[in-house]
């Protein structure tokens, strides 16, 4: 049995916060607003394998205004999907993903981020494949967004 998934997550830049994509830290002026660390990638990421599983998005999982999950590394939130694919037999067959920001320029750290999201997937670095986009003067620059498909696969 094969399930695909897709997770789309867009965040605000705030100034002076951490900016985290991917679970590695970016130098930069600014972060990402959110009340997590404001990860997109990894929340696009979590949305895909829960988006494929069915289950309920990271919204719904892990609620805003939960104070429980302020300032929390996104990491958290990409453990409990991969959590509910084990328990219904799924495993990871590859990840695609997209970040569309024009700063900070992400080519330095895309291989980086990209061993990153295997490691926390528990894959190799092949199944996992990470693509930077320019906004090409779509939409305001104020933020960025990121976008992911995966495809899991259970043994029947
Ligand atoms: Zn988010």
Not at 17 to 29: H, Q, S
Not at 71 to 89: C, I, M, Y
Not at 147 to 155: F, G, N, P, Y
């Amino acid at each position: 049995m094969l399930r695909v998934g897709l997770g789309l997550d867009g965040h605000l830049f705030e100034e002076g916060k951490k900016l985290v994509l991917g679970g590695v830290e970016i130098p930069a002026p600014f972060g990402l607003k959110g009340h997590s660390d404001g990860d997109a990638l990894l929340h696009a990421l979590t949305d895909a394998i829960l988006g494929a599983l069915g289950e309920p998005d990271i919204g719904e999982l892990f609620p805003d205004e939960d104070p429980r999950f302020k300032g929390t590394p996104s990491s958290l939130f990409l453990q409990e999907a991969l959590k509910r694919a084990k328990a219904k037999g799924y495993r990871l067959v590859n990840a695609d993903c997209v970040v569309v920001t024009d700063r900070p320029k992400l080519s330095p750290y895309k291989e980086l981020i990209r061993e990153n999201l295997a490691r926390l997937l528990g894959v190799e670095k092949e199944r996992v494949n990470l693509k930077a986009k320019r906004r090409e003067g779509f939409c305001r620059e104020e933020g960025l967004f990121c976008q992911c498909v995966v495809l899991l696969a259970a043994d029947e």
